[in-house]
C-alpha cells in the first residue's frame, strides 16, 4: 500500500478535526434542546410527536443563556503558538537535494549577472564616457 504524502495526511487531519468539531457542537445542540424541554415541563420523545406548552418565556430563556455562551469563546492561553506548530507540520519542506540545488541555480545566476554588468561597465560604457568627454 501506498504511503499518504504529508499534504494528504494533514487534509485527512483537518478534515478528522473538523467532523469532530461538527459532532461537539449537534452534541451541544441537542444537550441544550433537552435542557430546555425538561425546564418547560416537558419530555424530549423526538419527531413530530413533541408535546408544546404555551410557556415560550421559559423556552426562551435558556436559548438566550446558550447564545450568549456562544457569542464568548473561552480565553484559550498560547492558542496561536499551538496553531502555528499545527501550520509548521502541514508544511512540505525540500529535501536537502533541492535546496542544494537550488542554492546552486541562485548563485550561478549571481555569478551570471555580475560579470555581465562588469563586462558592459568596464568594456562598453566607461570606453563611450571617455570618448564623449575628450570631445567636449
Known amino acids: ?65 446558550a447564545k450568549k455562551e456562544e457569542k464568548k469563546p473561552k480565553k484559550v492561553r498560547f492558542q496561536f503558538l499551538r496553531d502555528v506548530r499545527a501550520e509548521m507540520k502541514r508544511v512540505t519542506w525540500p529535501t536537502r537535494q533541492d535546496v542544494v540545488r537550488w542554492t546552486g541555480v541562485v548563485v550561478g545566476a549571481l555569478l551570471f549577472f555580475g560579470v555581465y554588468v562588469a563586462v558592459l561597465d568596464n568594456l562598453i560604457i566607461t570606453p563611450a564616457l571617455l570618448a564623449l568627454g575628450s570631445v567636449a
Open 1 to 65: 500500500m501506498a504511503h499518504k504524502s504529508k499534504t494528504q495526511r494533514a487534509k485527512a487531519s483537518a478534515a478528522k478535526a473538523n467532523k469532530k468539531d461538527r459532532e461537539e457542537r449537534e452534541a451541544l445542540a441537542a444537550e441544550n434542546a433537552d435542557q430546555a424541554a425538561e425546564e418547560s415541563g416537558e419530555e424530549s420523545k423526538g419527531g413530530l410527536l413533541k408535546k408544546k406548552e404555551a410557556k415560550p418565556e421559559a423556552k426562551q430563556q435558556p436559548a438566550a443563556a
